[in-house]
Structures are given as structure tokens and as C-alpha cells.
């Protein structure tokens, strides 16, 4: 079954402002990671949440996780220009070292 | 300290020939797994090996695929009689494989273009 199903599918927003993206999955999880990737180019870890943990922060990322709804969320706050990039939610399941990801978030800050 | 290195980073192909991509793990990591990305989605697990075993490979095709880690070298994934639906994104990722370790790191992937 499908996990990680990123909401909303695009994103544009001004410069300065707040951008919140939406992870939701189906099956019991372990850990759940946000990445991102640029156009053309690779993902780049940015946080990952543990199963028993409810909220995370990196630098101007806050994460948080619910799981009894079965769902993350990513904050960044005080976009930048260089924020602009897909974003993917990942989890990884009880005795499963894969990574399952959602189809992305296409967020755009617009300058 | 070098990242997850892949080669070639861009590969064409014409329908009927083999393609081999290869991945170099971080330094100390001994986990490796192959991805797929099709244009415009998210990323399909394919293969998780660590040094000389296949430990999960649920995401590979069951025909033409196969992928190897061998105990010097890279780690390899080989598509055989490549057709033009195998064009896509394939990203290798590492992890050092420690208790309580679960963040994978990511190459910057091997685009395949099958003509």
C-alpha cells in the first residue's frame, strides 16, 4: 500500500513567508524523513522524526508527527529564494529498512 | 568525506542493450539501496543489499534487474535488454547500518535515458 502522500501537490508562496507541507501514511511506522530534492538533482536529508517523538527542530525547519492520524507536517518558516525545491515525506516500517515516499511537495518562493 | 558517489551520472541507451550504474556508499557504510524515480513522482524502493548479500529486493522487476555488492568495489545495479520504460532517475543511498541509525543518504543518481 501507498505511504506518504504528500499535501498540497504544489506550493507557491512570497518570499518571507511560511510554507507548510503535509505528510499522511497508512501503516505503523518506525521514523519518518523529510527530504528535498532540486530540480535535476539528488534528495538531500533535512530532519528525521521518530516514531515516539511529536515534534522536531532544525535551523527555520519545525516537523511534527501525529501518529494516531497518521500524519507529518514540515514547516519552514522565513522562506528563501533557495528553499524553492520538491520536498518528500519517507517512512520506514517495523522490520523494514526501505524507504517508502510519497510523491512530493513542488514548493515555489517566489522573490 | 565524500558523499554517496554514482556513475555515470547520465547514461542513453538504445532499446535492447545492458546498462550498468554504479554506487559507491559513504565512507564506513556497509547499507546500500537502489531507488526509481519516474519524471514528476516520488521515489520506488528497488534493492536494499548490504557487502556480498541482497537483504530485501520486494522492489525489483522480477525480469532483466539484478543488482550485486560485492565485497571490494562498488555497488552495482545492471538492467539487462533495457526497454524504453526503464528510462528514469536511479538513486543509490547508504547508511552506516548501526542501532538506531535509520537516515539514508543519497547520491545525486543516474539518469537513464533508453532510446
Known amino acids: 500500500s501507498q505511504q506518504g502522500e504528500e499535501d498540497p501537490q504544489a506550493l507557491s508562496i512570497q518570499e518571507g513567508e511560511n510554507a507548510t507541507m503535509n505528510c499522511s501514511y497508512k501503516?505503523?511506522?518506525?521514523?519518518l524523513q523529510w527530504y528535498r530534492q532540486n530540480s535535476g538533482r539528488g534528495l538531500v536529508h533535512l530532519i528525521l522524526?521518530?516514531?515516539?517523538?511529536r515534534e522536531k527542530h532544525s535551523g527555520r525547519l519545525r516537523v511534527t508527527l501525529d501518529t494516531s492520524k497518521k500524519s507529518s507536517s514540515l514547516l519552514i518558516t522565513a522562506s528563501r529564494a533557495a528553499d524553492t525545491a520538491s520536498y518528500f515525506c519517507?517512512?520506514?516500517?517495523?522490520?523494514?529498512?526501505?524507504?517508502?515516499f510519497g510523491q512530493g511537495t513542488r514548493l515555489t518562493i517566489n522573490p | 568525506n565524500a558523499g554517496v558517489m554514482q556513475n555515470p551520472r547520465h547514461l542513453v541507451r538504445r532499446r535492447g542493450q545492458e546498462a550498468r550504474l554504479r554506487c559507491s556508499p559513504m565512507?564506513?557504510?556497509?547499507?546500500v539501496y537502489w531507488y526509481r524515480q519516474l519524471p514528476e513522482e516520488g521515489l520506488k524502493f528497488m534493492v536494499y543489499?548490504?557487502?556480498?548479500?541482497?537483504?530485501?529486493e520486494s522492489g525489483m522487476p522480477k525480469e532483466r534487474f539484478s543488482a550485486e555488492f560485492p565485497k571490494e568495489g562498488p555497488s552495482i545495479l545492471r538492467i539487462q535488454q533495457v526497454v524504453r520504460g526503464d528510462s528514469a532517475a536511479y538513486f543509490c543511498?547508504?547508511?552506516?547500518?548501526?542501532?538506531?541509525?535509520?537516515?539514508?543518504?543519497f547520491g545525486p543518481g543516474t539518469r537513464l535515458t533508453v532510446l
Open positions: 543489499l548490504q557487502k556480498e548479500n541482497i537483504i530485501d
Open positions: 565512507k564506513g557504510h556497509s547499507h
Open positions: 543511498a547508504s547508511s552506516p547500518g548501526l542501532a538506531g541509525v535509520y537516515e539514508q543518504f
Open positions: 522524526i521518530r516514531s515516539n517523538e
Open positions: 501503516t505503523s511506522i518506525n521514523n
Open positions: 519517507a517512512t520506514d516500517g517495523p522490520g523494514a529498512q526501505k524507504l517508502v
